[in-house]
């Protein structure tokens, strides 16, 4: 992934875009729960219903494979 972002990067920038590549933490951010604020106005909920399953499959995968 690092590479596909740093290879994007300078045609990106003609446009003003700077792009990064993040990697998860253990602290907690938006990007863990998927919630942006007033998002869920635009989505109308469905935002808040994907964030859910999402967590719900993870579970699942953590019950099966996880230690």
């Known amino acids: 992934m690092e590479s596909i972002a740093e290879g994007m990067q300078d045609e990106l920038r003609q446009c003003n875009i700077e792009n990064v590549s993040i990697q998860p933490g253990v602290y907690a ?5 998927g ?9 109308q909920g469905t935002d ?7 967590a719900a499959i993870k579970a699942k995968w953590l019950a099966a494979y996880g230690n």
């Open 48 to 54: 808040v219903e994907f964030i859910n399953a999402r």
């Open 29 to 33: 951010t938006e990007m863990n729960t």
């Open 35 to 43: 919630e942006k604020a007033g998002v869920h106005a635009i989505a």
